[in-house]
């Protein structure tokens, strides 16, 4: 009965509908990735800032990337970053090493409606943004969104900061904050159809969980909200994923990854799971990782391929994988692409 | 949504079970309500003998080289299990310069000592025995004294199967170490629904420590520890401050950073931070209050908190009055082999 009911609820953390398959073994081209055994992966752009977001288009499949350390979203010309949103502030993340951060988490409502997290702004003053790619032409100043919401200080309540990754259902945008280190808040945006109606602070993780910083999220095939919670930076092994009820945020599973620092989640077209470990401690152990069942019911990882500070992630509809690289320094970040069938 | 339910029934059994599994790890340690399950490290399992056998190594001067400095010397049952110093001192008076930190609930830390250079109380254990400031006993040396006391060698043979070794003598003291817990204070017992147990002074001081005052920033969790590392400006401003976790991390940004404590009887392990500098709660609290001191790796948590005199004596009341558990045992030094 026990391990029936544990291979139901790996079944349930998968959301598995193929078995997984070890990716085929091929040699990489990218500077920042290393991949002995693992897929055939290609740099599609070179040159970004701190990349820390990604978002594909619907319906064109473009990719946008929060180019973050220039301040700037951009959306990927074949192997050029073509700017879109520009001149974001610019906030230092880290006591050392540091990184500059301006626009992070990125969500496309609809094929013209794209929502961006902000790092850029103090903690009560960063901004939820929401901007009409319509008429899209040329480059737009950050201020040019159609939309904009903060979470301030209150008497009670430490503001809100560093947007970093966005999920969506019909009826919200969640968004992982880093601003309340007492509750590690998830806010949320009430959405009605492409517009998005208020922002409030609405899942406290480090109450359910007693782990700090939420960042990477994901929505799972079931609809539930999938959590990252990725631990204190310099300590290795204590990064979370939890698994919550979309809404009454019921916490459904917590499970211990021992992965370092998640910044990433999501799932691919064949319903794995995937992780980006950061591994801010030891950059070197950080990658791309499967979340799997092991053979005593509780789970593993499974490393697909090193990276050099892996920030963001995105599938495309063929099934490839974009991953954002910080890179070994400012300005040496990469925009990847990992072939179909994971 | 029959579904929904029947998936979250099941998440709930599986939650369930692997929750028992972990009790049984617990062997014969009574872990005090309030605590998480108690964490063992399968090579070192508990029995009785063996937390017996630690706690004789621990109250025994012996294993310093002049038979003057025990572990319990600076990690004192009666003082909190620290020793109500700044800075403790070793063989021949010697002090460094950190507090002797509790051993109170120190099974539940990622990592000991307070810069985290050790990853488990096994891995602790010998470090004091061997410092030259504290016990300065070398550890082939200790092992052949204890092998030279019968009662030990019969001792270690009986938990053991075989003479003492180092890794026994660790094995030993951090199974018994590993006895020493704190749960049950009046905090656990309003979580668990006594909502008369705290004064009034020591609820509203829980509803600062929760909320504006920013203490579970990094006081979280059943333990009231992340188990991480944060520089809050303590000796921050002295010319050659101590580097603490950077030393062994190598990352800039862990500068004057260490280990956050339990919080869990609190009141009985005066004086604080990592250096003993400061001697009371309330002294803690207001240097909370003030935001620290200021320098360019000082946490981000840390800020001036803007609590009024009624505040800081409401949360020094939570600290005091809340946190103090009742399954701390009174521990008198054992008869020695």
Redesign the interface.
């Known amino acids: 009965m026990?391990k029936f009911?544990?291979f139901?609820?790996m079944l349930?953390l998968v959301a598995s509908r193929a078995s997984a398959q070890e990716p085929a073994s091929e040699s990489n081209s990218s500077s920042a990735a290393s991949a002995p055994t693992g897929p055939l992966m290609h740099v599609v752009v070179d040159g970004l800032d701190n990349p820390c977001g990604i978002a594909i288009q619907p319906g064109t499949g473009v990719v946008f990337v929060a180019d973050s350390g220039s301040g700037r979203v951009v959306k990927i010309n074949g192997s050029t970053a073509e700017p879109v949103i520009t001149d974001f502030a610019l906030d230092i993340y880290?006591?050392?090493?540091?990184y500059k951060i301006g626009p992070l988490g990125l969500l496309f409502l609809d094929q013209n409606t794209l929502v961006v997290g902000g790092g850029d702004l103090p903690d009560g003053e960063e901004a939820l943004r929401v901007y009409d790619l319509t008429e899209w032409k040329e480059p737009i100043k950050f201020d040019a969104a159609v939309a904009s919401f903060s979470l301030p200080e209150t008497?009670?309540?430490?503001g809100e900061g560093n947007f970093y990754a966005l999920a969506a259902n019909e009826q919200g945008v969640f968004v992982t904050c880093n601003g309340?280190?007492?509750k590690g808040w998830v806010s949320r945006a009430a959405r009605e159809g492409n517009k998005l109606v208020g922002f409030e602070r609405w899942l406290a993780t480090?109450e359910a969980v007693?782990?700090?910083a939420p960042v990477g999220i994901t929505m799972t095939p079931?609809g539930e909200i999938l959590i990252g919670q990725m631990?204190?930076i310099?300590?290795a092994n204590?990064s979370l994923i939890s698994?919550y009820?979309a809404g009454d945020k019921?916490l459904?599973?917590?499970l211990e990854t021992k992965l370092h620092d998640i910044t990433a989640l999501a799932y691919s077209p064949r319903g794995q799971l995937y992780a980006l470990d950061f591994a801010?401690?030891d950059t070197t152990q950080g990658g791309l990782f499967q979340l799997l069942k092991d053979d005593a019911g509780?789970m593993k990882t499974h490393k697909i391929v090193s990276l050099d500070k892996p920030t963001a992630m995105a599938f495309a509809e063929d099934g490839s994988l974009y991953i954002t690289l910080i890179g070994p320094e400012p300005q040496k970040g990469q925009l990847v692409r990992i072939d179909p069938g994971l | 949504m029959a579904r929904s339910r029947l998936t979250s029934f099941l998440l709930f059994l599986i939650g369930f079970i692997l929750q028992s599994e972990n009790a049984s790890l617990f062997g014969q340690i009574d872990v005090p309500p309030g605590l998480s399950p108690l964490p063992v490290p399968a090579t070192n399992p508990v029995n009785e003998a063996k937390i017996q056998l630690g706690k004789q190594l621990y109250f025994d001067p012996r294993l310093s080289v002049d038979n003057t400095v025990r572990c319990a010397s600076c990690h004192d049952p009666s003082k909190g299990w620290s020793n109500g110093e700044a800075t403790a001192a070793g063989v021949s008076g010697q002090r460094g310069n950190r507090n002797a930190p509790t051993i109170i609930n120190a099974a539940y830390n990622r990592f000991q000592f307070w810069d985290g250079r050790a990853a488990s109380l096994e891995e602790q254990a010998l470090g004091p025995i061997a410092n030259p400031i504290e016990m300065n006993l070398p550890i082939d040396q200790m092992v052949e004294k204890l092998n030279a006391i019968e009662g030990y060698r019969l001792a270690f043979q009986n938990v053991f199967g075989s003479d003492a070794t180092a890794e026994h003598v660790a094995n030993a003291i951090a199974t018994f170490e590993r006895t020493v817990l704190s749960g049950n204070a009046p905090y656990d017992r309003f979580k668990a629904g006594d909502t008369a147990v705290l004064s009034e002074q020591a609820h509203r001081g829980m509803k600062l420590f929760f909320g504006k005052a920013n203490c579970t920033s990094c006081h979280t969790g059943p333990n009231l520890t992340d188990g991480g590392f944060h520089n809050i400006g303590i000796g921050m401003d002295q010319e050659n401050p101590d580097q603490g976790r950077k030393a062994h991390s190598g990352l800039a940004g862990d500068l004057g950073a260490f280990k956050t404590p339990t919080l869990r009887d609190i009141a009985q392990t005066a004086p604080y931070m990592h250096d003993g500098s400061l001697a009371t709660l309330e002294e803690v609290v207001q240097y909370y209050n003030r935001g620290g001191t200021d320098n360019p790796f000082l946490d981000e948590e840390i800020y001036p908190l803007k609590l009024n005199d009624d505040d800081v004596a409401a949360l020094v009341q939570f600290l005091r009055e809340g946190l103090t558990g009742d399954s701390l045992k009174i521990i008198e030094a054992p008869v020695l082999p």
């Open positions: 026990k009911l544990t139901l609820g349930l880290g006591k050392g090493p540091e008497e009670e309540v430490k309340d280190d007492t480090k007693g782990v700090d079931r631990g204190e310099n300590v204590d698994f009820d019921r459904l599973l917590n801010w401690l509780g």
